[in-house]
């Protein structure tokens, strides 16, 4: 009991402290592209996350742990996929549901059945659309809106040298810490090397988005500008690294991660084309989120089945 | 549930250690449906009190004999033919007006779990005084749920009450959609778990001698509720010291033959 306990705590600060680890990069990012709004929508979230932690860890009586990384990951994580002049009341309604409705009512952030990160997303998504999808905080950039907004209107722009380096560092507008792809590649790479088995899901989700931009494109531009722009619009690469990897909701087996990052893919680039949010990439994490556990059974009875048929044929070839 | 009780015991009992709504989840459909406003649940409650009730009553009176799966049907057919009536009533010779939302939850009151259940599993088992008592307690407790969620969610949700607005700037709309109710009805289920429990429970403890390994571990996990609220404050070498003391300890108690596991890491 004690070592399985000793184990789930190690996998736990494994886990979440990678996340931690990963996620200075697109947080230091949105406070050098947009100052101090960025930091306090940061500051506000994580203050948040922790408060309903605290006061509802004392509630229920449960002794409260600093060392928990997953409400900070989950409030850093909310906040990076807000816009970074949001007014502060919508990402602290955000960190509190996510803390309040999915982590402390399921066991933890490792045992959490939906990712609290996109629930909390979701859930103000709902309520403040106009203000969570309004992005005029930062510089004067090259295009008035963002390119999830250009996509869904069906408006497109031409791919150059210059253009796909702002995409690339993420100068483009958007929301605050989702931007910069270079990061999300670090970050890939970064996974590869430290939790593998995690970017199966990845990389179905991922080829499924690009095989959907390929086949239905919303550009009237070539291939490659619409698979950049589908990649790289909105919160899509964010999600495929922080969202779709998370340790409590991805299924056991390789195969299922895969269905699963498959799965959310085609909710995801579906959810784009049919639905009412420019970025519905949180609501199809949660939808494949539901799903995940159904995979878990599905492949343990395909295999449990297997293993009862080779038993059989064995004891008929020792008769 | 005792028959000799008093009313007072059977509705604590019935009403709030017992809620069928919160912890039976019996008729949750009406009560999702139709609870995103304080008139509405007002209704709601009311018609699904009547529905309750009156196939309470018929069931103990009548119903006895019949087998079990032709009862099923009957409580459905019961609850239609309960319920069109006095719909009519309110709408004809009554000035409250029913919504359109309203219409269509109507039906599934007339064939909701609640009413069954509790036909199947206590009135035809008992004389009808006791399953008029007993069907009384259990539609004020869920009357009761419903009335709470339906200001609950109408305020947060509308930021309104019975229609009238408050002074609240930021409502959650999400409050008003089904999924809200479920949220509500959780926190709900929450409190009253919590009220039920007995004070001395998690009194704060007086023993102040060091925890045990076994318990220090537990806690870093918290599965278990502990006996006293306390905070630990600790970081990674901190719970690499208490894990490795952990081991230790129970390395001393296993001995050398004893396995604490590998690490799957």
Known sequence: MASESRNASKKSLYVFGDYLLMLIFPSAISVWYYGLPALRTLGISILTGFLFDFILSVIIYKKYFAADLSTLCSSIMIALMMPADIPVYIPAFACGFAVAVIKIPFGGGMKAPFVPAASGFAFVAVCFKDAVFNYTAGRDYMYSSSLASMLAQGRSMKITLANLMDILIGNIRGPMGTGCIIVFFACMIFLLIRRREALISTAGFLVTCIVFAIIFPRTEGSILSSVVLELSAGSLLFASVFLLTDYSTLPEYKRDKLAYGVFCGIICMVMRRLAAFEEPVCFAVLLANAFSPLLDIFTKRVLTFMHKNSRKKEVFSNE | ?265
């Open chain 2, 1 to 265: 549930m005792n028959e000799n009780a008093s009313f007072g015991k059977r509705m604590l009992n019935t009403a709030f250690k017992n809620n069928p709504v919160l912890f039976q989840c019996a008729g949750l459909c009406p009560v999702i449906a139709g609870t995103s406003t304080l008139k509405d649940s007002l209704f709601i409650s009311a018609v699904l009190s009547i529905d309750l009730i009156l196939s309470a009553i018929i069931a103990s009176a009548l119903l006895k004999k019949i087998p079990r799966y032709i009862r099923i049907a009957v409580y459905l057919v019961l609850g239609l033919a309960i319920i069109y009536p006095v719909l009519w009533f309110i709408e004809n010779k009554t000035l409250v007006e029913i919504t359109l939302g309203i219409r269509i939850i109507i039906p599934l009151i007339a064939v909701n779990s609640l009413t069954a259940m509790h036909c199947e599993t206590y009135s035809v088992k008992h004389k009808t005084g006791d399953s008029l008592v007993s069907s009384v307690c259990t539609a004020i407790g869920a009357s009761a749920v419903i009335i709470i969620c339906g200001i609950l969610r109408e305020i947060i949700g509308k930021g309104s009450i019975a229609g009238y607005p408050l002074e609240i700037k930021t409502t959650l709309v999400t409050m008003s959609m089904p999924f809200g109710c479920l949220i509500v009805l959780g926190f709900m289920a929450a409190v009253l778990k919590a009220l039920q429990r007995s004070p001395g429970r998690y009194e704060s403890s007086s023993d102040d001698s060091p925890l045990h390994p076994e318990e220090i571990a537990l806690d870093i996990e918290q599965e278990e509720a502990p006996e006293s609220v306390d905070l630990v404050i600790a970081d990674y070498e901190e719970i690499d010291s208490i894990l490795s003391s952990t081991d230790v300890f129970l390395k001393s108690l296993t001995g050398p033959s004893g396995e604490s596991g590998g690490d799957d890491e």
